[in-house]
T-cell receptor
Framework: GIQVEQSPPDLILQEGANSTLRCNFS?????LQWFHQNPWGQLINLFY???GTKQNGRLSATTVATERYSLLYISSSQTTDSGVYFC????????FGAGTTVTVRA | GAVVSQHPSWVICKSGTSVKIECRSL??????MFWYRQFPKQSLMLMAT?????????EQGVEKDKFLINHASLTLSTLTVTSAHPEDSSFYIC?????????FGEGSRLTVL
């Protein structure tokens, strides 16, 4: 099956800093999504981004399908951005990467 | 956005008992729902795919007699952990397929004593 690698596994940021999270795929993927899981476990859809670039406030995402990767940008990070960020893709099911744990310190 | 509600959020039970977790899509109909399991500091692992009106499809290694899934209506799927044991303690998350996107419930944290 398709393998997905998320990097970095852990990220510690000072409030206000910018960061980039990455997902690499071993093969072409469909219907890529980014999720944020907050410290209470709730998963929030961030982006549905099979290709191209989207922005939502301080977050933006870019998927380059031909090169099999996707990036999530966090700008001016806030403590509420803490949690785990997952990329996920569809084959016959939604498969998740291992996640990047982000800690934003005040 | 679409809302998926999961209940209960927390449950503590004694070893050997059964626990039922409900997953409801509140503002859309979901012919397909998914059940995931997440251990601490790990990713989500799909347990089974639940289709309304038919038997669930279980992932390899998931015991279908232990994790009973029922999807009796277009807005409700249930997961019953039968004869729970401490190793079943985990975070269980359901999701419902909306219009091309997957929406997640709040999760249910099961602790088996």
């Amino acid at each position: 099956g398709i393998q997905v690698e998320q990097s970095p596994p852990d990220l510690i940021l000072q409030e206000g800093a910018n960061s980039t999270l990455r997902c690499n795929f071993s093969d072409s993927v469909n219907n890529l999504q980014w999720f944020h899981q907050n410290p209470w476990g709730q998963l929030i859809n961030l982006f549905y981004i099979p290709s191209g670039t989207k922005q939502n406030g301080r977050l933006s995402a870019t998927t380059v399908a031909t090169e099999r990767y996707s990036l999530l940008y966090i700008s001016s990070s806030q403590t509420t951005d803490s949690g785990v960020y997952f990329c996920a893709f569809w084959d016959y099911k939604l498969s998740f990467g291992a996640g990047t744990t982000v800690t934003v310190r005040a | 956005g679409a809302v998926v509600s999961q209940h209960p959020s927390w449950v503590i039970c004694k070893s050997g008992t059964s626990v039922k977790i409900e997953c409801r899509s509140l503002d859309f109909q979901a012919t397909t729902m998914f059940w995931y399991r997440q251990f601490p500091k790990q990713s989500l692992m799909l347990m089974a795919t639940s289709n309304e009106g038919s038997k669930a499809t279980y992932e390899q290694g998931v015991e279908k007699d232990k994790f009973l899934i029922n999807h009796a209506s277009l807005t409700l799927s249930t997961l019953t952990v039968t004869s729970a044991h401490p190793e079943d303690s985990s975070f269980y998350i359901c999701s419902a397929l909306g219009t091309g996107e997957l929406f997640f419930g709040e999760g249910s944290r099961l602790t088996v004593l």
